[in-house]
């Protein structure tokens, strides 16, 4: 079974390009906002879906990412 498979059976829905797979989990989130104080082009809770990758490089997706606290944010590049 992949990562991502994985992670969606445990509630994480996943955003996917070329070079990075996020995951999110809604029920864990604690609405802590790194994410969004990180990057709010792409993590924007007033649009859906609320994460864009295309809005930023994937490495500074995934150093964002790396701030969230609760752990409702993973990624996997690609």
Known sequence: MSKQEELEKKGYK????????????????????ECIRGNSKVFDASRRP????????SKEIAEIIDRCPSGALLYDLK
């Open 14 to 33: 996943t955003y996917s390009n070329e070079e990075i797979n996020v995951f999110w989990n809604p029920e864990l989130c604690q609405h802590a906002g």
């Open 50 to 57: 609320w994460v864009d990758i295309s809005a930023a490089p």
